[in-house]
């Protein structure tokens, strides 16, 4: 499994899993091939990332590996920022993995 972003989504490529909107409604369902239209679809209605099969991730996606313990102390920071907000809701827990995200991506750099 590969989470990418929509701004980086191509045509073809297959979701391995459903995508719901900021509010849970649904929009994809998994295995879906992706065409411009759903692309275009996905950037309107405000979805972050999507999951899609390994075989379509991009050769040139930075992969970032850090230890366990980094990836935890990054964690606990996210979840501090986030500690006044209901993380049950969609919108904020995708926001808080992608919180994770950037800052894993931020120490490859």
């Not at 980086?8 to 649904?26: E, H, K, P, Q, S």
């Amino acid at each position: 499994m590969a989470k990418i972003k929509v701004k980086d989504l191509a045509v073809g490529m297959t979701l391995i899993a459903d995508v719901c909107d900021t509010n849970g409604r649904f929009l994809l369902s998994e295995g879906c091939e992706l065409i411009e239209k759903h692309i275009k679809a996905l950037n309107a209605w405000g979805v972050i990332s999507v999951e899609i099969s390994d075989d379509d991730m991009p050769e040139d996606a930075k992969k970032v590996e850090i230890s366990p313990e980094m990836y935890r102390v990054i964690e606990e920071q996210v979840t501090s920022l986030f500690r006044h907000n209901n993380m049950e809701q969609p919108f904020i827990k995708e926001l808080a993995t992608e919180s994770i995200r950037f800052f894993v991506e931020r120490l490859g750099e």
